[in-house]
């Protein structure tokens, strides 16, 4: 597994976009959190299940390829307490 961060800037159909791009790349979504627009601009995280590792670059080149999406990067995942 892997959690990705996706920011872009906020049109219709961005989700839809990235969520076909994450699985033309055989990548599952695991989790995904939309954060609320600012400023124009808007965070996608999505933990995503990949058949190998060593698609991951391609799957990050393909979701920066994505209209309005100006930068991809790996997310560090909260530690949680409990």
Do not use: C, K, N, W
Request: no cysteine; aromatic share 4%.
């Amino acid at each position: 597994r892997v959690t990705l961060r996706a920011e872009a800037f906020g049109r219709p159909r961005l989700l839809a976009d990235l969520t076909e791009t994450i699985a033309s790349q055989g990548a599952a979504v695991v989790s995904a959190d939309v954060e609320p627009p600012r400023e124009q601009r808007v965070r996608h995280t999505y933990t995503l299940q990949l058949p190998d590792a060593t698609g991951l670059p391609a799957l990050m080149r393909a979701m920066r390829r994505v209209p309005g999406v100006y930068d991809v990067t790996r997310a560090v995942r909260p530690v949680t307490t409990g």
